[in-house]
């Protein structure tokens, strides 16, 4: 949940969410299957999140693996400075907030924790000993889109303070394009010449997934939901960003093309296997 909502709206949502816990904990209410949602940045999964939180019996819990905690928890495990940006995803230490994120994900499945959510990146350890029990489901959106908007939110947050023509040409720039492909490959960073087997593993890791939603077809990410899991989601659209989209030039436009490539041949290749 947002940590920055205003009292009323943060009271709102917990109260939808517990009243949904409460339906669910009648006998045979419950979702048929225990899940993981990958949850990748910037995809609309703030609603979907709450939504599914909502269909857990009060009897069973839910796994938040919650970002700013992690980034600090790495931060003082690693440098002993409680600082939030130090081992920021998007900067140079962010692979040691996953591999925070991966122990406390190994530890919600080993305690049969029914819903697990948060932005993980993909372990081969949870696949190896969980993959059979648990259903993995992500949401996507268009990556180009998703670079822009992620580059809108880490600039209100500070994390980066270039304009859009700067930021272009930094690593956290690039890191913003290829979600997808980091998050499926389990790694924060990809050098250049490993792009092309790194996007291979990713496309075959998409098959993993039970349920690969778009954030332009959520009625039919709801209908699919509803058959895999026995449950119906109601979602609010929730942390969107205000002001705005800024305008490119063509050049930033291309520039934003050719670094968002392999996460364009994902997106591709999960519309297919939908």
């Given at each position: 949940?947002?940590?920055?909502?205003?009292?009323?709206?943060?009271?709102?949502?917990?109260?939808?969410?517990?009243?949904?816990?409460?339906?669910?904990?009648?006998?045979?209410?419950?979702?048929?299957?225990?899940?993981?949602?990958?949850?990748?940045?910037?995809?609309?999964?703030?609603?979907?999140?709450?939504?599914?939180?909502?269909?857990?019996?009060?009897?069973?819990?839910?796994?938040?693996?919650?970002?700013?905690?992690?980034?600090?928890?790495?931060?003082i495990l690693h440098f002993?400075?409680?600082?939030?940006?130090?081992?920021?995803?998007?900067?140079?230490?962010?692979?040691?907030?996953?591999?925070?994120?991966?122990?406390?994900?190994?530890?919600?499945?080993?305690?049969?924790?029914?819903?697990?959510?948060?932005?993980?990146?993909?372990?081969?350890?949870?696949?190896?000993?969980?993959?059979?029990?648990?259903?993995?489901?992500?949401i996507m959106r268009d990556?180009?889109?998703?670079?822009?908007?992620?580059?809108?939110?880490?600039?209100?947050?500070?994390?980066?303070?270039?304009?859009?023509?700067?930021?272009?040409?930094?690593?956290?720039?690039?890191?913003?394009?290829?979600?997808?492909?980091?998050?499926?490959?389990?790694?924060?960073?990809?050098?250049?010449?490993?792009?092309?087997?790194?996007?291979?593993?990713?496309?075959?890791?998409?098959?993993?997934?039970?349920?690969?939603?778009?954030?332009?077809?959520?009625?039919?990410?709801?209908?699919?939901?509803?058959d895999i899991f026995g449950?119906?989601?109601?979602?609010?659209?929730?942390?969107?960003?205000?002001?705005?989209?800024?305008?490119?030039?063509?050049?930033?436009?291309?520039?934003?093309?050719?670094?968002?490539?392999?996460?364009?041949?994902?997106?591709?290749?999960?519309?297919?296997?939908?």
């Open positions: 949940m947002a940590r920055k909502a205003p009292f009323r709206e943060r009271l709102m949502r917990r109260a939808a969410i517990a009243g949904g816990r409460i339906n669910r904990t009648a006998p045979g209410r419950a979702p048929k299957h225990p899940s993981l949602f990958f949850h990748m940045p910037k995809c609309g999964g703030t609603s979907l999140s709450e939504a599914m939180y909502a269909t857990i019996p009060l009897n069973h819990r839910i796994g938040v693996i919650d970002a700013v905690a992690t980034r600090r928890a790495a931060s002993g400075v409680d600082d939030g940006l130090k081992c920021h995803e998007d900067r140079d230490h962010g692979q040691l907030t996953f591999d925070t994120r991966e122990g406390f994900l190994l530890q919600h499945m080993a305690c049969d924790t029914m819903l697990i959510h948060g932005h993980v990146i993909w372990s081969d350890k949870a696949w190896n000993h969980f993959g059979d029990r648990y259903k993995y489901v992500t990556p180009k889109a998703r670079m822009i908007s992620n580059f809108r939110m880490t600039h209100r947050n500070g994390v980066i303070t270039e304009d859009l023509e700067g930021y272009l040409s930094t690593p956290v720039a690039r890191r913003h394009a290829q979600v997808y492909l980091r998050y499926l490959c389990g790694r924060n960073d990809i050098k250049d010449e490993d792009v092309p087997e790194a996007l291979e593993l990713a496309k075959s890791r998409l098959r993993h997934f039970a349920l690969i939603g778009f954030l332009d077809q959520t009625d039919a990410f709801i209908a699919a939901y509803r449950v119906k989601l109601r979602m609010p659209k929730l942390n969107t960003a205000k002001g705005n989209q800024p305008l490119l030039e063509p050049s930033q436009q291309a520039a934003i093309d050719a670094l968002c490539a392999p996460d364009l041949a994902l997106y591709e290749e999960a519309k297919r296997l939908v």
